[in-house]
């Protein structure tokens, strides 16, 4: 399995008075290749999960393997090293730096990496012509559009050429149109061979025939399989 959860738990805070168990015992195994949904309301523990799986943090018990990477227990240096190595991440409020250009956000996680400006600007000419923004390539993202913004957010999860793709909540801010756009994008980066995790409440994206697979999370469980709808 390229992700696999055995009894996660997350726990913030832990032993403070303000602690909240996000994840309760969670069990999750997804194959490469699929492109599945996270549904559940609002404070049910999605982005969590979603940041588990992302390799933002690691769980506070259990077992999580992402991409044969066991990541559990392990050090914040190393799990950042397999984030870059294995997963785009697009954020639920997109994580842009404001006054930077669209290239220079698109571009930022390859800085770590020692390449070089010339090659850095190659390789995001070629994705913002693939998310249709050569145009905006100069603009300050707080000037983008919504969609335009999350087209670049996209943009920027795939500079690593990463095979897990990891979208939360990619249409909130998006009417139906351009939420329509944006999984069509996340569906082609399945068929391109990537697996892709995206939490929505959005039948446009649960609905979608690019799904495979939906999961409800519910007060920090998974429940017992819903299907595809
Ligand atoms: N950094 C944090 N510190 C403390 N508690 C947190 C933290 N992040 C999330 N929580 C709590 O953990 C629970 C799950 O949160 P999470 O963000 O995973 O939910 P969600 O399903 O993504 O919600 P939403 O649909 O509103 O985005 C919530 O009760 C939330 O308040
Ligand atoms: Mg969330």
Redesign the pocket.
Known sequence: MLIDLEAVTKI??QGQI?Q?S?LRSVRLAVAKGEMVCVQ??????????LSIIGCIFSPTSGRATIGGRKISRLPDHFLTLYRRELIGFVF?NYNMIDHLTVLENITLPLIPLGISPRVREKKGDLLLEKFGLRHRKKFAVNQLSGGELQRAAIARALINDPPIIVAD?PTAHLDGILSLEVVDMLAALKKEGRTVVV?SHDPIVSGHPGMTRIIE?RDGLIMPNIGKA
């Open positions: 913030y805070n303000n909240v996000a559940g309301p609002s404070g049910s523990g999605k982005t969590t999960l639920q909540e939490s999370v």
